[in-house]
């Protein structure tokens, strides 16, 4: 039931969204059998992108201590120089999703980062405080070459980050920075999952807070910030949750005009 209720609280934008939630019975957790399993396939495909990378690195401590360049330096200047002190990070781990900040409006997943290093950046909205960590690619091997605490202040597009701040604070300021009639695009369970689009007008919106469901955002610091498009996904942790939300920026300001739910 927690599970559901945290799905129809987030992803679906409370009330209004809830309609279209799927059956909860099919995110069971996978057995212990089945999750060794799968460690050993994602460590093999660990490098395919960076996102691919990044949760086998999350999940798998050895891997993760595998895949860290030492001595390194660590939060307030401490510095590990040997593997055998390394203490897990847990990331997302014990989340039921993570959200991802970031401006393709394309399948990010399916894409690599096409860079050799990246920064990524988890922000705290209840802390206001940020926590960079620095990748390298080696080899075609992704590493953790350093990590670092930051003031928010730092945090990498302030501009959208204050924009949605405002958005679930503000109901006037979240109907007008809404798109009418607005767009939703689901998985339809009752349609064998087929995706489904549909519309909600402006008599029917319910304001929802955004910030409460992200928590800690990921952020990657290569953001075009000259690209009018934001997109916030949410994707789940072993179980089917994974749906987008699309602002775009017209005359100055930035609007929300899509929801894409492909939870299953």
């Given amino acids: 039931m927690k599970k559901r209720y945290m799905k129809q609280l987030i992803i679906f934008g409370l009330l209004f969204f809830c309609a279209c939630n799927s059956d909860n019975s099919k995110k069971t957790n996978l057995s212990a059998e089945n999750?060794?399993?799968?460690?050993?396939?994602?460590?093999?495909?660990?490098?395919?992108?960076?996102?691919?990378?990044?949760?086998?690195?999350?999940?798998?401590?050895?891997?993760?201590?595998s895949r860290v360049i030492f001595p390194i330096t660590i939060e307030d200047d401490m510095?590990?120089?040997?593997?055998?002190?390394?203490?897990?990070?847990?990331?997302?781990?014990?989340?039921?999703?993570?959200?991802?900040?970031?401006?393709?409006?394309?399948?990010?997943?399916?894409?690599?980062?096409?860079?050799?290093?990246?920064?990524?950046?988890?922000?705290?909205?209840?802390?206001?405080?940020?926590?960079?960590?620095?990748?390298e690619k080696k080899i075609n091997k992704w590493f953790l070459t350093g990590m670092e605490k930051q003031s928010f202040e730092k945090i990498p597009d302030l501009d959208f980050i204050s924009f949605i701040k405002e958005y679930s604070q503000d109901t006037a300021f979240q109907k007008k920075h809404t798109q009418f009639p607005f767009t939703k695009l689901f998985s339809d369970p009752d349609k064998d999952y087929e995706i489904t689009q549909?519309?909600?007008?402006?008599?029917?919106?319910?304001?929802?807070?955004?910030?409460?469901?992200?928590?800690?955002?990921?952020?990657?610091?290569n953001t075009e910030k000259s690209n009018k498009?934001?997109?916030?996904?949410?994707?789940?942790?072993?179980?089917?949750?994974?749906?987008?939300?699309?602002f775009e920026k017209k005359n100055g300001e930035w609007m929300f005009i899509k929801l894409e739910d492909y939870s299953d």
């Fill in 35 to 65: 999750k060794s399993t799968s460690k050993k396939e994602s460590q093999l495909s660990a490098d395919k992108s960076f996102l691919d990378f990044f949760e086998t690195f999350m999940w798998d401590k050895n891997f993760q201590k």
């Fill in 79 to 135: 510095i590990i120089i040997d593997k055998s002190k390394w203490k897990h990070i847990p990331f997302y781990s014990s989340e039921e999703y993570y959200p991802i900040l970031h401006f393709d409006t394309t399948t990010y997943f399916e894409k690599d980062i096409k860079t050799s290093n990246v920064g990524l950046i988890i922000a705290n909205f209840k802390t206001k405080k940020i926590t960079k960590y620095c990748f």
């Fill in 198 to 221: 549909t519309t909600i007008t402006q008599e029917k919106w319910e304001n929802f807070d955004i910030i409460k469901g992200i928590k800690n955002l990921m952020i990657l610091t």
């Fill in 229 to 246: 498009y934001r997109n916030i996904y949410f994707r789940g942790v072993e179980n089917g949750i994974l749906a987008k939300y699309t």
